[in-house]
């Protein structure tokens, strides 16, 4: 990871690795499992009395984030380049996602993606804005109200970063927190639909896919296997698999290798086992093909990123 040079309320993140990247947005968790060997991830991030505005620049993965309480988040596209699919909807369109804390969504980037989002503290309440429950809202929004949300935000990264004595003057800080709520009324206002994108069986899709996920991350030290894995959540191996393409854009097959392949990765990079005995332990038996599907994935082999770490 490297951290550019930048004035003090504005942060620059670049990482060129992938066992180095770290989510540095300070009001969301997230867990991700990388779909490239090779990344050029980047986070611009401003803090403000009242706001945090974060400029992504992602790498194709598959990712599941949640809010920390007492915000609500707003997010969209940076870029009409976007291959995304959020809470199991294709967000190829123009898009704004809002969500409350507490309050989580699944993705999957399958090209490197630019976002942008603003999570305003404490929750905005009496707005008029759409409100989310449990899981982030997706709404369709037109292409001018989308491109003036971008165009504000970068305006104010410029500001920011150009001009870093204003920024600290009174009144700066309040005034951009207001021009940005006004951006997001005016981007709710320009829905093609007030009904936001889904359904309730993506969500209750969703609602398998968290659960699956909260079983491998309590078990991380151990393999997975579907029939196993579905039995947990108390589905089918059939129903998980569809939450799983729905969710993950992949099928269970594969994205539970991908875990298995990032869990051998992690633990191997701990420097205190065999690469015999973590492929084993994560259900890895044919080391032969285990190791090619490593080195295609990770572009190395597994002892080379076992005596990395030692």
Not at 10 to 15: Q, S, Y
Not at 82 to 108: E, H, K, P, Q
Request: hydrophobic content about 40%; some cysteine; aromatic content about 8%.
């Amino acid at each position: 990871m490297i951290e550019l040079s930048s004035p003090p309320a504005l942060r620059v993140f670049r990482f060129n690795d992938v066992d180095e990247f770290r989510q540095s947005v300070r009001a969301v968790d997230i867990r991700f499992t990388p779909l490239a060997r090779r990344i050029s991830a980047s986070q611009t991030i401003l803090n403000l009395p009242g706001c945090d505005i974060n400029v992504v620049t992602s790498f194709p993965r598959v990712l599941d984030a949640q809010l920390k309480p007492g915000c609500t988040a707003v997010g969209f596209s940076m870029s009409d380049r976007n291959l995304l699919r959020m809470n199991g909807i294709d967000a190829g369109m123009s898009f704004l996602a809002i969500g409350r804390g507490g309050g989580g969504y699944t993705a999957v980037e399958r090209i490197p993606c630019q976002f942008g989002s603003v999570m305003f503290t404490p929750e905005v309440l009496e707005r008029g804005w759409p409100k989310p429950g449990q899981d982030f809202l997706v709404f369709e929004v037109t292409a001018d109200a989308q491109q003036k949300l971008r165009g504000l935000v970068l305006e104010v990264m410029n500001f920011a970063a150009t001009s870093p004595d204003e920024l600290a003057m009174p009144g700066a800080s309040e005034g951009i927190k207001e021009s940005l709520l006004s951006a997001v009324d005016h981007a709710f206002a320009s829905r093609v639909s007030a009904t936001s994108l889904g359904s309730l069986h993506a969500a209750r899709f969703m609602e398998i896919v968290r659960k699956a996920e909260e079983i491998i991350s309590a078990n991380l030290r151990n393999p997975i296997y579907s029939e196993e894995l579905a039995r947990e959540v108390g589905v089918s191996v059939r129903t998980l698999h569809s939450a799983v393409l729905k969710h993950r854009g992949i099928s269970l097959h594969r994205y539970l290798r991908l875990k298995r392949l990032w869990l051998v990765r992690q633990r191997l990079r701990e420097g205190d086992i065999s690469v015999k005995a973590c492929a084993l332990a994560h259900g890895f038996w044919h080391l032969g093909e285990f190791s090619k599907s490593y080195r295609r994935y990770f572009g190395e082999a597994p002892s080379e990123t076992l005596e990395r770490a030692r």
